[in-house]
């Protein structure tokens, strides 16, 4: 919520969106915004509109499996971290 407050000019524009937030929280849960807070700190996206995409998306479930979100094949063309010492 402070980096919401530091963004506006007005304290009643960082209120209304902490209220905005609040409200995301009730409507997805304390657990699910947990996570989406967490991966929107990590990446740096401080905005209501952004935590909600991340909400929205359900970018949590992703990033909880184990398996790799894109797959390389291996082909004769991959160089390798040896080709770049």
Do not use: T, W
Request: hydrophobic share 35%; charged share 20%.
């Amino acid at each position: 919520m402070s980096g919401i407050m530091s963004q506006c000019k007005h304290p009643e524009q960082g209120f209304k969106l902490c209220q905005g937030v609040l409200s995301l929280a009730g409507k997805y849960g304390a657990q699910q915004m947990e996570v989406a807070a967490e991966i929107c700190l990590q990446y740096d996206l401080i905005s209501y509109h952004k935590l909600e995409s991340v909400l929205k998306l359900d970018l949590n479930a992703i990033l909880k499996e184990d398996s790799p979100l894109v797959e390389i094949s291996q082909h004769q063309n991959l160089r390798g971290s040896s080709y770049y010492q």
